[in-house]
């Protein structure tokens, strides 16, 4: 009698504690899951915000990065992830300090509980990060403002050391002319190293292709290369002085 008392109350502890337990181990798995996005996240907005930098400081029109990249990268991160959103790198400030950069990034992981009570649970987070202007700081890179109106903006080319005009792409002033350009992937696939002055394979290198018949990339060191052109934004070709080509921007 008394042994079968002792075991009644095991079971009736085993009746409450057990589903504690499961649901203890499954709240634990899924905080596991969730600081493991938020943390493959907080990287992917880190590592965007680098390439941006990185490029940034090759050429003068490289874009600023969009929000895009950062959204496809953390829904390609984890199965569970839905309904990203991120803002892109935009100017900021903090405690005094300007010249800082932001990121903003939110969205959803899905729970996939069976009864469907609380579907998914919502992340956001941000990165700040300050790039180098300058010991005294006087050197803005851009204003807000500009950083803003980039949504529609148009790419131009011009002579960074001759000329006073600013081109389309397909003008034939400019087509004869060797481009500026950062080496990636994609250029590799299209030209060869130059044999003749043998520039680098590493991407993010500035090399200069001949975009109507060249098929190697060269260095700026290189005889081929004399006269080149680069791209940057409509509106600082403007602000730095170059009218439209008459030509090709009628
Ligand atoms: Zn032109
Ligand atoms: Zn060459």
């Given amino acids: 009698m008394k042994q079968n008392s002792k075991r009644g109350f095991y079971a009736v502890e085993a009746a409450i504690f057990l589903p504690v337990f499961i649901i203890f181990v499954l709240t634990a798995a899924f905080l596991m899951k969730y600081y493991a996005i938020g943390e493959t996240a907080v990287h992917i907005?880190?590592?965007?915000?680098?390439?941006?930098?990185?490029?940034?400081?090759?050429?003068?029109?490289?874009?600023?990065?969009?929000?895009?990249?950062v959204k496809?990268?953390?829904?390609?991160?984890?199965?569970?992830?839905?309904?990203?959103?991120?803002?892109?790198?935009?100017?900021?400030?903090?405690?005094?300090?300007?010249?800082?950069?932001?990121?903003?990034?939110?969205?959803?992981?899905?729970?996939?509980?069976?009864?469907?009570?609380?579907?998914?649970?919502?992340?956001?987070?941000?990165?700040?990060?300050?790039?180098?202007?300058?010991?005294e700081g006087r050197n803005v890179p851009a204003s807000r403002s500009e950083f803003?109106?980039?949504?529609?903006?148009?790419?131009?080319?011009?002579?960074?050391?001759?000329?006073?005009?600013?081109?389309?792409?397909?003008?034939?002033?400019?087509?004869?002319?060797?481009?500026?350009?950062l080496l990636t992937s994609a250029v590799k696939r299209k030209y060869k190293p130059c044999p003749n002055c043998n520039p680098g394979r590493n991407n993010g290198t500035t090399v200069y292709c001949f975009p109507a018949a060249g098929k190697a990339y060269h260095t700026g060191k290189c005889p081929s290369v004399d006269k080149y052109v680069i791209s940057m934004e409509k509106e600082e070709a403007e602000a730095r002085g170059y009218t439209a080509c008459l030509k090709c921007c009628p």
């Fill in 45 to 69: 907005m880190g590592d965007e915000a680098s390439r941006a930098s990185y490029e940034a400081c090759f050429n003068p029109a490289a874009p600023v990065a969009d929000g895009f990249k």
């Fill in 148 to 181: 803003e109106e980039d949504k529609d903006s148009e790419t131009v080319w011009v002579f960074p050391k001759a000329g006073s005009r600013y081109h389309r792409e397909d003008c034939s002033f400019i087509k004869v002319y060797p481009r500026q350009v």
């Fill in 72 to 135: 496809d990268r953390v829904e390609d991160s984890a199965e569970a992830v839905f309904d990203a959103e991120s803002t892109g790198i935009y100017p900021y400030s903090l405690n005094g300090i300007s010249n800082l950069a932001r990121t903003d990034l939110s969205f959803r992981i899905r729970l996939g509980l069976p009864l469907g009570i609380c579907d998914s649970f919502g992340y956001s987070g941000s990165v700040v990060y300050r790039g180098f202007v300058g010991v």
